[in-house]
């Protein structure tokens, strides 16, 4: 599609704004000829001079005259114990159709129960998300048929669901130009997830696994308010951050406990119309969710910029990550008829304020307190976001904080040399040998003079690696820093026996300080302090010029 | 039809189709437990059959297998007559369930109170080991792998599951001519239908193919068939027996309902299935009250038990379209209760002319959502299909009865965008 456009732009200037030329055939796009040989004929200077302007025109202008409006529906997999309507066990990655029993497979006679933890699940996120609970709300039978659906219907929430009008604070990474933002959250509700579909390669038929059937899904439909692809992706991400901090769910996107599925639309600055809505499923990570949305902005400001608006249909697209496009999967006949009833065979679900209170009082400290909690610390926003984005990682600091450590001091041990490990290894904060404890024994004893700051760096890979105690390492190694006293006593020690360079010096080669500085060094074996023994260098130096 | 019956047999009838009139009312007054008569004489009241066994089988008078067999000879041969049980277990089965309760019995060990007596169950609640129709093409075959908790209920109670019954597929009906398999006679008239949805429930209670039977009652099913045959027919309460394992049709009208020949064992039967059952979100929560010993004999009574008792009677219900003999019965049974002592007074309810009307839309909404799950993907009877589409149409197409289609038809109207608030919803109201 694109090549015919381009072949628009050169030949058939004219053709592109005045779009009754154009016919659609099935996304492809075809002239009426006969008119293009006269076009062509009368115009034939014009043609050059329009295609340059175009080509001036760089993206980045073109898209500044749009605006995307993006919202994300996204469906979260609880990890309960159980389904949520029976009592089977869900693992991802079991033999097929080995995690069912009659309920969870729509056998006739069976009749849902609704797993508690669900509504647990659902109010904790609603209070993280700010939202309002709905004391009052139920089920409803979404009715459609497909194989992986066994009863012919979802249990789902239609127009009572159990949270609403929330919102969520996040901070764009500072490598995209930070920001602190906020967007809102239009409802949370309660449903259950459907079963899989294995389509043999050759098409002939296709296998239904029913293990997945009946998984507790909490779906949660954001305010469309997001506006470029960065931004949609932070609140992926952000939404992964807090049910892992929740532990409502693991938030894997590969497993598919996570799936995210985009809506946008663009019109011109200043419109206050939406522009056609077009959906993009097939979002395997955060970055295919940024990567997608500045795809499809580009494609239909490109669209729209040409009067082309007509080509941009209500339809779902499917992200293909190998090509980095947009692909059309089925196009949108008008809405689905779902046929929606409240489900006679479950209770109404009532939550008492107790119930709710218990829940709030229960829930940890969240990613966005917790930032802004480190924020004024005193740390920069990239030691923020990287300490408080990450659950594991944001307890092992506030563990060593809680020892006494100086914050600015942890942060920098674990961005640093602890982070470059974890990188190298490929460990995780919980599975390397160090204690948040010892960190802070590390720290304070590199305050105290205890031990110089590059033997503090040898102990720590130490600790990482193997584990051990500060204390044990430096009693063992022999590494207390040397004091000032014997540090002097080295340093006329070295003094006297190199009076060649002390000449020198004092003639003028300052830059024999760092032989001086060395060789005392080595002397102490590494154990004198570095600022303490250079100041008393000089003062040796310098004392008898 | 019951001509040569056996000594066994007889102790255990107390009357011949042919010489009573079918009124529902003939098993008033109630007489039971400590007044059993001798087994070889036949009762002139109704007693309970179920205690009348117990009483055999705890006497040593007869066994169960004894009983099994006789109940087992006489079932069969009337069966291709009445044609009732779309299927009768294996006689072994039988007669090993049997013989179970009579080593019980021979050891001294304590056996429930259904021990030895037929039951009879519908066919479109879920037994384990016998196939589960629901009077459907489509079910055809299809064998549950579990018991429904009635079912479950029965059987823990020493009840023998003898088959399962005919009824109108899926509990569409009202003559059990809806059956997609075959015609049930009524055992008092060849030409009359045995009424429906349970009709082959009540037929077998009535022919005494069984001892009790159950049946489903979602507008009527076990009442309507009941009076029909004359016998008893007991719908719960709804939310008193589980519908887990009962194929659903109306879900929030539902309810699993009992068959007997006298009040005595329709309440027994109750007493064994209801309760709240964690399978189960709609059953109550409510204790079951202990209202076996409050079947009390009318004898043991001082003159007007029921003094005390407000009855009301609908006007409605008396009106215009009322056969004139079943207006004539209603009055007699209030007639009856004044005699016991009840204030009868006529009330009226306006809006029951609506009743019928609204059942139609709750229950066709319901079922066309019910029978979704009806396609042939994971059970049932598929008729393959090169594309999706088609498999879904052929399947249900084939599997289901022009009773059951109008009525997914008329129920995804109902519920259909547009529709929802002018039907379902005001219907509920």
Known sequence: MASLLFRGLQFRPLCIYSSSLWTKKVGVLCCASNSLQTQNVTTHEKPKKVATRNQDKTLDQLLKNYEAIIGIETHVQLSTLTKAFCGCAYNYGSEPNTDICPVCMGLPGALPVLNSKVIECAVKLGLALNCKLSLNSKFDRKQYFYPDLPKGYQISQFDVPIATSGYIDLDLPVEFGGGHRRFGITRVHMEEDAGKLLHAEDGSHSQVDLNRAGVPLLEIVSEPDMRTGIEAAEYGAELQRLVRYLGVCNGNMQEGSLRCDVNISVRPRGQDEFGTKVEIKNLNSFSAIGRAIDYEITRQVQLLSQGLANQIVQETRLWDDGAQKTVTMRKKEGLSDYRYFPEPDLPEVTLTKDYIDSIRDSLPELPELKRRRYEQMGLSMQDVLFLANDVNIAEFFDATLSKGADAKLAANWIMGDIAAYMKNEKLSITEIKLTSDELAELISSIQSGTISGKIGKEILFELIAKGGTVKGLIKEKNLVQVNSAEIEKMIDKVLAENPKQVEQYRGGKTKLQGFFAGQVMKESKGKANPGILNKILLQKLNANS | ?429
Not at chain 2, 55 to 66: G, K
Not at chain 2, 97 to 107: P, Q, V, Y
Not at chain 2, 268 to 297: M, N, W, Y
Request: glycine share 10%; proline share 5%; aromatic share 8%.
């Open chain 2, 1 to 429: 039809m019951l001509n040569s019956i056996n000594h066994h047999q007889k102790l255990l009838l107390h009357r011949s189709p042919k010489c009573l009139s079918p009124s529902p009312f003939s098993t008033f007054p109630l007489t039971l437990t400590e007044n059993l008569p001798h087994p070889l004489t036949p009762p002139s009241k109704p007693t309970s059959q179920i205690l009348s066994i117990r009483h055999s089988l705890l006497t040593h008078q007869l066994t169960a297998v004894e009983i099994a067999e006789s109940y087992l000879t006489h079932l069969r041969r009337i069966e291709p007559k009445l044609k009732s049980f779309l299927h009768v277990a294996d006689e072994e089965y039988i007669l090993n369930e049997a013989k179970e309760i009579d080593n019980k019995i021979s050891r001294n060990e304590s056996v429930g109170l259904l021990a030895g007596v037929f039951v009879g169950v519908k066919d479109n609640i879920c037994t384990g080991n016998m196939p589960s129709t629901a009077g459907s093409r489509l079910l055809e075959g299809y064998r549950p792998p579990f018991d429904a908790t009635a079912v479950k209920k029965v059987r823990e109670l020493g009840g023998i599951v003898v088959g399962k019954t005919n009824m109108d597929e899926f509990g569409m009906g009202s003559t059990t001519e809806g059956s997609a398999f075959q015609v049930t006679t009524n055992p008092w008239d060849a030409s009359c239908v045995p009424g429906g949805s349970s009709g082959g429930s009540a037929a077998a209670v009535s022919a005494r193919q069984c001892v009790v039977s159950l049946g489903s009652d979602t507008g009527g099913s076990v009442r309507q068939p009941a009076s029909f045959c004359g016998v008893v027919g007991l719908k719960p309460t709804y939310g008193r027996v589980s519908r887990y394992g009962l194929v659903a049709y109306a879900s929030s009208l539902d309810v699993i309902g009992c068959f007997g020949t006298s009040v005595a064992d329709a309440g027994i039967l109750l007493h064994a299935i209801a309760g709240h059952d964690r399978f189960d979100s709609t059953s109550s929560k409510q204790e079951v009250p202990e209202f076996k010993s409050q079947l009390t004999a009318s004898d043991n009574f001082e003159s007007r038990p029921l003094q005390g008792l407000r009855v009301g009677i609908i006007r409605e219900t008396l009106e215009d379209g009322v056969d004139d003999d079943v207006a004539s019965s209603i009055r007699e049974a209030a007639s009856h209760l004044e005699d016991l002592g009840c204030t009868v007074t006529e009330v009226s309810l306006p809006s029951f002319s609506l009743g019928l009307p609204a059942y139609y839309v709750l229950a066709c909404s319901e079922s066309s959502s019910n029978l979704s799950r009806y396609d042939g993907v994971r059970y049932g009877n598929r008729i393959a299909a090169g594309e999706l589409t088609h498999l879904y149409g052929d399947t249900r197409a084939g599997g289901f009865g022009p009773e059951v289609k109008r009525r997914i038809l008329m129920g995804t109207y109902a519920l259909s965008a547009g529709y929802y608030d002018a039907y379902y919803k005001r219907a509920q109201q």
